[in-house]
């Protein structure tokens, strides 16, 4: 960081995002992970948003390394260089840092922030659906939605709008602790996710599962204890 960086996309589909031309000689001025992005700054106010779902992969590295293949982005600074293999989401404006909603994972979330966007939100969404929308929360997945909901006791078919802020306030302190720890730890503890059919670790009901959503994301849930 500090750095005017050289930026080339060797990758053709990385060429044709139009990023590397418009970063190339820019300093770079800050780097932040909000949720599962990665927000670069550039001098000139320009921010590039990374997202690397399933198979992205940034790697830090001395300057003038070999490489094999064609990484979508190269930012080449004095002695080391950031190289994205794989950029299913490369984005440059200045609105995907302020469409994004406040990080999950931040030290510590910041939960008043999270709870006004829910309530600005159309009040008829389901919880399930509204957890996921990274404009509400950043970083929350579908694992993490499922097992928050378990141990909040709430259905994630519930709408907005039948729900309290205190039980906001719940549900998302147990995203944000359960995502601390595994990060911090590297261990995953699952109740319910791709658990359909089986029994309910808290009251032995049935646990269920169903798309949900535009994108269909499954829910898994107990009826029988998350109201
Ligand atoms: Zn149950």
Redesign the pocket.
Known sequence: MGETVEVESPNPRGAATGVAEQLDGRRLEGVEAVGKNLLLSFEGGLVLRSHLRMSGRWTVRARGSVTRGRPWLVLRGRGREAVLWGGPVLELNKRAVRRLGPDILARPPDFDAMLSRFRRADQRRALGDALLDQRLVAGIGNVWKAEALWRAHMSPWRPLGETTDDELRTVLGHAAHLMRSSVDTGREERAIYRRAGRP?P??Q?PIESRGQGDANRTSYW?P???T
């Open positions: 309910c808290r009251c009901g107990c029988a204890c998350q």
